[in-house]
């Protein structure tokens, strides 16, 4: 796990502001929590994690949160993905790509319809 009092992302958010630190420490929370299980770690398991991690974290409150850090749907996870492999944070394969996190979820979808009233 990442040592968060000494990692604070101010690298990367130096280069590209468009995500906020906080984003890149969930980020990290739900990569962490998969590549735990020991196994190959698809676009699709981590925006699936991604998604899983900040309504544990945040509730109902997760697509208001996600949206003041700058990410605002699952391509924006692919993006801070390649950050932080381009910061050797994370490693990538070479058949990883940007496009692999385009067919992910809606996030209005995902973050305010568990919390609607029926």
Do not use: H, Q
């Amino acid at each position: 796990m990442l040592d968060y009092d000494t990692d604070r992302f101010e690298d990367i958010v130096a280069k590209d502001s468009r995500y906020a630190a906080r984003a890149y420490v969930l980020l990290m929370d739900a990569f962490s929590y998969l590549a735990e299980k020991g196994k190959n770690v698809t676009a699709a398991d981590i925006i699936e994690e991604f998604r899983e991690t900040a309504l544990d974290e945040f509730g109902p409150l997760a697509y208001c949160v996600l949206e003041e850090w700058g990410v605002k749907r699952c391509e924006d996870i692919g993006e801070m993905m390649f950050n932080l492999a381009e910061f050797g944070r994370i490693s990538r394969s070479e058949g990883d790509t940007k496009e692999s996190f385009l067919d992910g979820y809606d996030f209005r979808e995902a973050f305010l319809v568990p919390f609607a009233p029926r």
